[in-house]
């Protein structure tokens, strides 16, 4: 079955980094778009990041553009997110999700929680 | 990359109908029919309940629908159940970017 699978996440102080990992399984990594989304406490989901399959073009929130990179190596079957510059306001859960085409992201993983306080 | 507006709250009784909006513009809801509908209890990961506005993914239920007229997008919930009780977000591409909506608390009474 379908599986992703986030870690990484972590306190950290702000202006600090940190990578996530997203581990895929149950389905042929490469055939598919990948996304990033994040919910802050108490708040609703928030489209990060996607990354197309080849992992050749991306497409970023502007609230994360110029400090968070998102990558891919198919041959581990893994997303990435390099997350630099911190704020606090990027506390929240990271998500994990697959594209099915049409923009749907069709399974998420459990989440990962980031927080960035000193 | 405004977020859709949904209403924060809708509640409906056990076997009742509930319909959730969600409203953007013509960049958004109104220009493509790629608008989704997640399901989302606390602590799990979100569920996809329909996508490109009216389908929906195997193993939803035909309880839950969608429908789009102009910039508004609807997700109705038929025959409510217990369960049906989670928060709910429609998204939608704007361009190639993808916007999501606040989110809206459906109570099961």
């Known amino acids: 079955q379908v599986q992703l699978v986030e870690s990484g996440g972590g306190l950290v102080k702000p202006g600090g980094s940190l990578r996530l990992s997203c581990a895929a399984s149950?389905?042929?990594?490469?055939?598919?778009?990948i996304s990033w989304i994040r919910q802050a406490p108490g708040k609703g989901l928030e489209w990060v990041s996607y990354?197309?399959?080849?992992?050749?073009?991306?497409k970023d929130a502007d609230s994360v553009k110029g400090r968070f990179t998102i990558s891919r190596d198919n041959a581990k079957k893994s997303l990435y997110l390099q997350m630099n510059s911190l704020r606090a306001e990027d506390t929240a859960v990271y998500y994990c999700?697959?594209?099915?085409?049409?923009?749907?992201?069709?399974?998420w993983g459990q989440g990962t929680l980031v927080i960035v306080s000193s | 990359q405004s977020a859709l507006t949904q209403p924060p709250s809708a509640s409906g009784s056990l076997g009742q109908s509930v319909t959730i909006s969600c409203t953007g513009t013509s960049s958004d809801v109104g220009g493509y029919d790629y608008v989704s509908w997640y399901q989302h209890h606390p602590g799990k990961a979100p569920k996809l309940m329909i996508y490109?506005?009216?389908k929906r993914p195997s193993g939803v239920p035909d309880r839950f629908s969608g429908s789009k007229s102009g910039n508004t997008a609807s997700l109705t919930v038929s025959g409510l159940q217990a369960e049906d009780e989670a928060d709910y977000y429609c998204?939608?591409?704007?361009?190639?970017?993808?916007?999501f909506g606040g989110g809206t608390k459906l109570t099961v009474l």
């Open positions: 990354i197309s399959k080849s992992g050749d073009s991306v």
């Open positions: 999700a697959r594209v099915r085409g049409g923009y749907a992201l069709d399974y």
């Open positions: 490109e506005v009216s």
């Open positions: 998204s939608s591409n704007a361009g190639s970017n993808l916007v």
């Open positions: 149950g389905f042929t990594f490469s055939d598919y778009y």
